[in-house]
């Protein structure tokens, strides 16, 4: 029984890792995978239907949809990672910090995370990118501004349970300076919840960058993107569909590859979950 409870949560994590790890190969070997190069115009192939030559058909400039959907899988996974590792590594760092120190520091740097915390995502990131410029590295930014709260209530939450140990009750009766308990005690014992919480970032940071290229704040025409694909798209609903189901079920399956994967990571290393 405990093989079979064991082998169902690791089950999502092989699903899920299956899925994004298909998705990463398929973005940094994007050269090789596609078909046609996502630049390349055929006027007299505009709008067409899917085919053998064109297996999710053309777009309105007659450019292949199938290359430019996996093109796109480039610029959202450098941004979900790259975003998420902003907001993984500043939140981590706040979040610890003031649980350790506590006091007043506790209460100035979480105060501060509140007030980010309360602002609704897409507005936040609309307002930054209006501050930045709209480009892809300004998208990667201002998304990771947005994860940094999630991660700093989550590290400090974690961080005030490893202070209740043993063993950093210890580090600090030797003498260990606070930057070295910080490092050594306390951030690899809240690695594991914080690895799921960015698993499910990920998946966060793909539509976040899927919704600013949408309103025309991210990637840029011709650069290809999921969301200024599904921008497109909507005005051809009605006889070309492929264009925005291409890239809605590209947004579905990463999405869904890193929530699987995170639900897996979670239900791993729970302690709660275990016989």
């Keep these: 029984m405990t093989l079979d409870i064991n082998w169902r949560r690791w089950r999502l994590v092989a699903f899920g890792g299956?899925?994004?790890?298909a998705i990463l190969f398929v973005a940094i070997f994007a050269n090789v995978v596609a078909p046609y190069s996502p630049y390349d115009l055929d006027v007299a192939n505009m709008l067409?239907?899917?085919?053998?030559?064109?297996?999710?058909?053309?777009?309105?400039?007659?450019?292949?949809?199938?290359?430019?959907?996996?093109?796109?899988?480039?610029i959202s996974m450098m941004v979900a990672v790259l975003a998420s590792m902003v907001g993984l590594i500043f939140g981590t760092i706040i979040g610890s910090v003031a649980?350790?120190?506590?006091?007043?520091?506790?209460?100035?740097?979480?105060?501060?995370m509140e007030v980010l915390?309360?602002?609704?995502?897409?507005?936040?990131?609309?307002?930054?990118?209006?501050?930045?410029?709209?480009?892809?590295?300004?998208?990667?930014?201002?998304?990771?501004?947005?994860?940094?709260?999630?991660?700093?209530?989550?590290?400090?939450?974690?961080?005030?349970?490893?202070?209740?140990?043993?063993?950093?009750?210890?580090a600090r009766a030797v003498g260990m300076s606070n930057t070295r308990i910080l490092v050594r005690e306390i951030l690899p014992n809240i690695f594991a919840p914080l690895l799921v919480e960015a698993a499910v970032a990920f998946s966060y940071a793909v539509l976040l960058e899927s919704a600013l290229s949408f309103l025309g704040l991210g990637a840029q025409p011709p650069e290809p993107s999921w969301g200024n694909m599904l921008n497109v798209g909507?005005?051809?609903?009605?006889?070309?569909?492929w264009l925005s189901l291409a890239p809605g079920m590209a947004i579905f399956l990463t999405v869904l590859g890193f929530n699987t994967l995170g639900d897996g990571l979670r239900d791993a290393f729970d302690p709660h979950l275990r016989d």
Aim: net charge positive; hydrophobic share 60%.
């Design 48 to 74: 067409a239907p899917p085919s053998g030559a064109h297996l999710l058909g053309t777009d309105e400039l007659g450019r292949d949809v199938l290359s430019r959907v996996i093109y796109a899988a480039r």
């Design 18 to 21: 299956f899925i994004v790890s």
């Design 117 to 170: 915390f309360s602002f609704p995502a897409i507005l936040l990131a609309v307002v930054l990118m209006a501050a930045l410029g709209t480009s892809v590295v300004n998208s990667m930014i201002a998304i990771g501004i947005i994860f940094i709260p999630g991660f700093a209530r989550l590290a400090r939450a974690a961080a005030i349970d490893v202070l209740r140990k043993q063993y950093v009750e210890s």
């Design 99 to 112: 649980a350790y120190f506590g006091g007043w520091v506790d209460m100035v740097l979480m105060r501060f």
């Design 234 to 241: 909507r005005g051809f609903m009605a006889n070309a569909a």
